[in-house]
């Protein structure tokens, strides 16, 4: 191990600025921060919202008994073996911030590769990698992978190996990055591992318990950073992050008081401000105030629109039930809000990028089953007015090559995202959705199918009938394929001319292994101007 000294001593001269977040530096700002000795950085490091010549990056320290406030060294390098440093300085941390130590770096140079690294007077963390965006106009490939739903108990990171293994620009999550719920036990047969964070509430029978308190949510972040999995594809790739529901708390709405949840989940907006501290402790991004939505380029290939759909909706309509449109569900209802509407309107219209990519928590298809009843309506199709002003502002303003990428609802869909009802309407843009990491799937738990009718999963060996998915998709003929069985990711390829989209289906999550299923099947490619992607693999688009 090397020593403190050796480690500032190399640092020679900087060419990058280091900066710290308000919310770190100003605590400390009075204090007199003495470099740390010993201690540790159990939860890795990770990289984020790379642009050409910045990334925030971030850790968190373990004093191991030290005094509760003092300072880390970040260095940032050209090269694995930190000859060539960049940046250098000292970060000051404390325990009002759960020792994170968060800083942005600038000045960097696009579309290179940095290292970096923290390091106390006696303990380094590990060592992670980046690469900064590419420069304004650039027309080169851009790759990147998106993910969610990494639910801890439920199976193994064996998506994450995968992912690792591959070559991306950067990675977005699309939320549920943690499960404030533990849903699953080896006791009970469905996990493979145990949560034990939180309480039990014998109001809430689907859980075995749940975070409530700070302390709670962020002992989340730390046992879910304890699987070197996640640690690994930390340190290889610079993430993009956004949120769901389960970062506070399941299917709550973000204006309502009481989120939208009935009094029994204990829903209180103390639970949702200590679950979002928890949040902007535990991640690189370094939003203004808490504002999430924001835009990333990545030269003229690509514009990546990360979107909010917490913090700003009114409750969902007909009680978030799998029932058909009830008497007030065509109301005016926020969703985005006005003003990220407005910005994300605004933001599409400007954009001169091949690719419009929407960073999208939910999906913007429809689900629908039978008796003409919704999936519920904790998406997009919740919300019919605010779905429709987009999707018609992309096709009035005549905005090409939109594509949503999207989580949430732990099966992997291909389709064509359409206006009005989202069965019969215009093609405006393809959604990709990617499964889940390990978050239960449709096929491995009973599916209510509408009209009082259900269809029995099977957790430990799911094998979802092809009859069934033929049977829902004549119900969504916008829907070209869907597996309702497996786990894993999207991986994107874009380029000037179109974008090819892999949907990474692992073999198995109940033992570790590395196996993939073959991805003839899930290969999608869009070309420029051609937002259709029905009948690549599934039946072609029924004529007009």
């Known amino acids: 191990m090397q020593t403190r000294r050796q480690f500032v001593a190399r640092a020679g001269g900087t060419v990058a600025s280091v900066l710290v977040p308000a919310a770190i530096a100003a605590p400390l700002a009075q204090a007199r921060t003495r470099p740390y000795k010993g201690g540790r950085f159990p939860d890795g490091v990770i990289a984020g919202d790379p642009t050409p010549k910045g990334v925030s990056l971030w850790t968190r320290f373990d004093p191991s008994g030290g005094p509760s406030t003092g300072s880390v060294t970040l260095e940032v390098a050209t090269d694995k073996a930190f000859r060539k440093v960049v940046a250098r300085r000292d970060v000051a941390t404390s325990a009002r911030t759960n020792h994170a130590v968060k800083a942005r770096v600038t000045g960097l140079k696009a579309h290179e590769e940095y290292y970096y690294r923290f390091a106390s007077k006696g303990a380094d963390s590990a060592v992670g990698r980046f690469r900064t965006a590419l420069p304004a106009g650039s027309r080169e490939t851009v790759r990147f992978a998106f993910f ?37 036990s080896r006791k009970g047969g469905t996990g493979v591992r145990d949560d034990k964070i939180g309480r039990e509430n014998p109001q809430n029978p689907d859980i075995v318990r749940e975070a409530v308190t700070l302390a709670d949510y962020r002992a989340k972040y730390e046992l879910y950073r304890s699987d070197p999995l996640l640690r690994a594809v930390h340190a290889k790739f610079p993430m993009v992050m956004l949120w769901d529901d389960h970062e506070v708390q399941d299917n709550y709405a973000g204006q309502p008081a009481d989120g939208g949840l009935p009094p029994g989940k204990h829903f209180s907006l103390q639970r949702k401000k200590a679950a979002r501290r928890a949040f902007f402790e535990s991640m690189p991004a370094f939003p203004g105030g808490e504002r999430l939505y924001r835009t990333l380029q990545f030269g003229s290939t690509v514009e990546l629109l990360v979107m909010d759909q917490r913090s700003y909706r009114a409750n969902q309509p007909c009680d978030d039930a799998v029932v058909a449109p009830c008497a007030d569900y065509d ?197 420029r101007g051609a937002p259709s992607v029905k009948g690549q693999h599934g039946p072609p688009a029924t004529p007009a």
């Open 331 to 527: 109301q005016p209802r926020d969703f985005l809000g006005r003003r990220q509407m407005n910005y994300i309107k605004d933001r599409l219209k400007a954009s001169t990028a091949a690719w419009k990519i929407m960073a999208n928590e939910v999906t913007i298809m429809p689900t629908r089953v039978l008796g003409g009843a919704n999936f519920t309506y904790d998406n997009w199709i919740g919300y019919p007015q605010e779905r429709e002003e987009l999707l018609t502002h992309i096709r009035d303003q005549q905005i090409k090559d939109v594509v949503f990428v999207t989580g949430d609802i732990h099966t992997f869909i291909a389709g064509d995202v359409r206006t009005g009802d989202g069965a019969t309407g215009d093609t405006v843009a393809t959604e990709l959705v990617g499964g889940s990491i390990t978050s239960q799937s449709l096929g491995e738990t009973t599916l209510d199918a509408g009209g009082g009718v259900t269809i029995k999963g099977n957790d430990a060996d799911p094998s979802t009938s092809p009859d069934l998915i033929n049977a829902l998709r004549d119900i969504n003929p916008q829907v070209d394929n869907a597996d309702f069985d497996h786990h894993g990711f999207g991986a994107v390829t874009a380029t000037q001319e179109g974008l090819t989209c892999e949907l990474v289906r692992m073999q198995t999550i109940k033992k570790r292994s590395s196996a993939r299923l073959p991805s003839a099947d899930w290969t999608y490619h869009v070309a």
């Open 148 to 184: 969610s739903c990494q639910d801890y108990t439920h199976g193994y990171y064996n998506a994450l190996d995968a992912m690792a293994d591959g070559d991306y620009d950067f990675v977005v999550c699309l939320g549920d990055y943690i499960y404030a719920e533990t849903y699953h």
